[in-house]
């Protein structure tokens, strides 16, 4: 039996380098690699990949989300693997709603290492498109995960307000709200703005030491 051909598109170097090694390790056959969205789906009109491990935020321009669409656009049985480090798509500013029927998402911090990655390479290449797309469970609402981005950006209640056409008590309220959902405390000796910034940056996976 052939191996399985992947694309690997990831805007970090060394990321993508390392995962193209890992997988063909693992005996999968790296047809090639990309560092963004425009490469990613040229490449993939020549090599015709039987899978495509796609990183969510790809840096200026399209997203992750963006080329899985195109990809299975030109490409109907391409298997699409999102991989990132975001819990939630809506932490950066998706959802998986807009995902090809199969797409598989996975959190980088749950598949842990690279033989994870190379099986589920090839359980998408077997029958990509007869699932629904595996993703994460949202946790908030799109309006509540929005204001988490902004919160988490140093955008004050007001601010937010204006930006998202709301009332500044509307903010306040749903601000608590967040804090609930996420298990953050308001009353203590730490700015609770402080703690929910720091919990945003948990969920996306990004280290702010």
Known sequence: MAPVRVLVIEDDELMRSGLAAGLTLHGIDVVGTAGDAAAGRRLARVSRPDVAVIDLHLGIGPSGIDLAVGLRADHDRIGLILLTS??????????????????RYCVK?????VSKVAKIVRECAGDPVMSNVTGPTPQMSPEHMAILRLVAAGA?????????NLSTKAIEYSVRRIAQQLDVPTKGDENPRVLLTR?????AGVSRE
């Not at 911090?109 to 290492?113: E, K, N």
């Not at 004050?156 to 998202?164: L, P």
């Not at 919990?199 to 969920?203: C, K, V």
Request: no cysteine; net charge negative; hydrophobic share 30%.
């Open 156 to 164: 004050s209640n007001a601010q937010i307000a204006r930006e998202m």
């Open 199 to 203: 919990r945003y940056f948990e969920l």
């Open 86 to 103: 975001y819990s939630d798509p809506q932490l950066a500013g998706s959802s998986v709603d807009a995902l090809p029927q199969g797409t």
């Open 109 to 113: 911090g749950d598949v842990g290492d």
